[in-house]
């Protein structure tokens, strides 16, 4: 059956994430017969690096011989994020100034393993290698690496805007709460919810209102908005900052429109009455115009 069949992408997705988080086990050994500052040396030493690579080539050989075919394909990314999330956890553990990045790469590996994992428990038909959302847009992607670049950069030539931990905090607790509420989104929609816009309507689609969505039309980009702009606060990156800020909004403000058109056209004026009680959630961003 179809349904069980992707039921089981989603176990796999877990049991490799698991297994690239794994990568803690050696240094939380070590660390537990010394100090927290070990972890920093773990990571940066030559024998730390061959430990971590000698593991995801293991893992890897692990999971293609656990999961042949396309399954092979969710337990490599899972397991890619889990390692991730597993480096960035030590970092944040580790007595340096790299603790704020190791914030980052938990934040970031856990949203795109998550957004895997959601979907495959509230709409497993439209599960998909995609559903990672790891290769969302060539400007997600550039986004990415500006800010990881603009973090060295600043780094190396202002360490201190480095140490801003106030600063660091308050992207943190944006990170969690934007993660939060698009989490609650989809949990809410359901099978309504598709990472896909869609344009054509299913039979069993429904318009929801209730939960985070009698609050915002648009809760789950509310979430991605903040979440986004949270992880530069949180590396205190002030260029990035903006960019991102500038650049969500606009695409945001763009597939709301996009969207919109199809939710009226699909509800009518069940849409409409929605829409004059509830706004977008984003700032200046009215949705589509009806007259
Ligand atoms: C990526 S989801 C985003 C949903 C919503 N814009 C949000 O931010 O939570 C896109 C899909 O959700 C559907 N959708 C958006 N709002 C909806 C609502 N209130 N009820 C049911 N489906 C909705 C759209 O038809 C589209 O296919």
């Keep these: 059956m179809a349904g069980s069949k992707l039921v089981l ?154 140490q801003l931990k106030w600063l660091s905090v308050a992207g943190l607790i944006m990170v969690l709460c934007g993660e939060g509420l698009r989490k609650a989104a989809m949990l809410t929609a359901g099978s309504n919810f598709n990472h896909i816009v869609q344009n054509e309507k299913a039979q069993s689609h429904v318009l929801v209102t209730s939960g985070v969505y009698a609050y915002f039309r648009h809760p789950s980009y509310v979430g991605w908005f903040y979440w986004s702009i949270g992880t530069q606060v949180m590396l205190c990156n002030p260029v990035c900052i903006v960019g991102y800020t500038v650049a969500s909004w606009r695409f945001f403000r763009e597939r709301i429109e996009e969207e919109e058109l199809s939710l009226i056209h699909f509800f009518a004026e069940d849409y409409v009455e929605y829409k004059k009680r509830v706004s977008t959630g984003l700032p200046f961003i009215s949705g589509i115009r009806v007259n």
């Design 9 to 162: 992408e989603g176990r796999v997705s877990v049991k490799s994430f698991l297994l690239g988080l794994s990568v803690l086990v050696i240094p939380l050994i070590r660390t537990s017969f010394g100090h927290l500052d070990w972890v920093f040396d773990y990571l940066t030493e030559t024998s730390g690096k061959i430990v971590i690579c000698v593991h995801i080539a293991a893992t890897n050989g692990l999971l293609l011989l656990i999961y042949r075919g396309p399954l092979y394909k969710v337990a490599l990314r899972a397991c890619f994020l889990g390692v991730t999330f597993g480096c960035g956890l030590m970092l944040s553990f580790s007595e340096t100034s790299w603790t704020h990045f190791g914030w980052y790469m938990c934040s970031l590996s856990f949203f795109h393993y998550s957004e895997y994992l959601v979907t495959a428990i509230i709409n497993p038909r439209s599960l998909s290698l995609d559903s990672f959302l790891l290769n969302h847009s060539v400007e997600y992607t550039l986004a990415a690496v500006s800010s990881w670049v603009e973090f060295t950069v600043e780094k190396l030539t202002v360490p201190e805007l480095k």
